[in-house]
């Protein structure tokens, strides 16, 4: 079963704006990673928030976790065509495993 | 290339064929996973080993499908009875250790017809 909704389920920009995307979840966790997949293929680690931070950066990539709200939003700048993949929210349960959103699928068109 | 490798990448069986999959995780990695995506969602845990012992398997994964990691190393999933709602992407995990990212492999994918 999933986890919980990311929103939107489908992005358009253009290259050179931000992207902006959220995910909500359920039950307890001790961190939310955010993945990304290009079309058809496996899932690549971009960056993992724990319970205790707030926000985190790497690069391009800024995401805030509200535990309160369970919620998160991961923001792309400047986003570039090679961007274009889906997007995937995933929490880690206390026995390591991790449960993913639906995914945002986002276009960045040149 | 993220370390984790899988094969094979496609398959196609018949409705009532066995099949089996392998999965080579990164060598110092102790934690494997393995996951079902289908179409437009995300991926759905299967279950998962700690070097050789398999600590939970999702209420997903009927009595056909079995999963091993002998001696802590490689994996195998293998499904029996194959039916037309196994048709998906079967992908593979690992992590050095718990609360740590996990490493995917490139999937595979199955189709039965």
């Known amino acids: 079963s999933q986890q919980g909704e990311e929103d939107p389920q489908a992005l358009s920009i253009q290259e050179g704006e931000n992207a902006t995307m959220n995910c909500s979840y359920k039950?307890?966790?001790?961190?939310l990673q955010w993945y990304r997949q290009n079309s058809g293929r496996g899932l690549v680690h971009l960056i993992l928030?724990?319970?205790?931070?707030r926000e985190k950066h790497s690069g391009r990539l800024r995401v805030t976790l509200d535990t309160s709200k369970k919620s998160s939003s991961l923001l792309i700048t400047a986003s570039r065509a090679a961007d274009t993949a889906s997007y995937f929210c995933?929490?880690?349960?206390?026995?390591?495993?991790?449960?993913f959103g639906q995914g945002t699928e986002l276009s960045v068109k040149p | 290339d993220t370390g984790v490798s899988q094969d094979p990448r496609h398959k196609i069986t018949k409705r009532g064929q066995n099949v089996t999959f392998r999965c080579d995780p990164i060598?110092?990695?102790?934690?494997l996973y393995w996951y079902r995506q289908t179409l437009g969602q995300g991926p759905e845990f299967l279950t998962y080993?700690?070097?050789?012992?398999?600590?939970?398997k999702s209420r997903l994964l009927s009595d056909r499908f079995s999963a091993e990691r002998p001696k802590g190393s490689f994996s195998t999933l293998e499904i029996q009875r194959t039916e037309q709602g196994d048709s998906a992407m079967y992908l593979c995990?690992?992590?050095?250790?718990?609360?740590?990212?996990?490493?995917f492999g490139p999937g595979t994918r199955l189709t039965v017809l």
């Open positions: 995990a690992s992590s050095r250790r718990l609360a740590n990212e996990q490493f």
């Open positions: 039950t307890s966790i001790n961190n």
């Open positions: 928030i724990r319970s205790n931070e």
């Open positions: 995933a929490t880690e349960d206390q026995g390591g495993k991790l449960i």
């Open positions: 060598s110092e990695h102790n934690r």
């Open positions: 080993f700690q070097n050789e012992a398999q600590l939970e």
